[in-house]
């Protein structure tokens, strides 16, 4: 079974930083492409950004330049800067089994295993 558990969210002022956590168990085929998605209130959940077990990585045109997304064995990492009011929201992990061919992708519905997820607020 795989075990997403988030931490690291909380309230910071615009332009500042958090560092969100993902404490990921599970095999490695069942954990191959895993990510951070956000849903804000009244909106679609949407992928941040993605990483495969090549290394692989694909951000949201949003964040890009400004977030960066990292895994080693046991933990996935996005570490946040220059963070703006829309960046807040409910940060989710994710793993889906298998990788994509070519770079992973921020697609909700192809992630079969969700973390309960960490407040962001930035005001």
């Known amino acids: 079974d795989v075990q997403l558990v988030e931490s690291g969210g909380g309230s910071v002022q615009g332009g500042g930083s958090l560092v969100l956590s993902c404490a990921v168990s599970g095999d490695e085929y069942d954990t191959a492409c895993a990510g951070w998605f956000r849903q804000a209130p009244g909106k679609e959940r949407e992928g941040v950004a993605a990483?495969?077990?090549?290394?692989l990585i694909t951000y949201a045109n949003s964040v890009k330049g400004r977030f960066t997304i990292s895994k080693d064995k046991n933990t996935l990492t996005l570490e946040m800067t220059s963070l703006t009011y829309d960046d807040s929201g409910v940060y989710y992990c994710?793993?889906?089994?298998?990788?994509?061919?070519?770079?992973?992708?921020?697609?909700?519905?192809?992630?079969?295993?969700w973390g309960q997820g960490t407040q962001v607020t930035v005001s």
């Open positions: 990483i495969d077990s090549a290394g």
């Open positions: 994710a793993a889906r089994r298998g990788r994509w061919y070519g770079a992973p992708r921020l697609v909700v519905e192809s992630y079969s295993d």
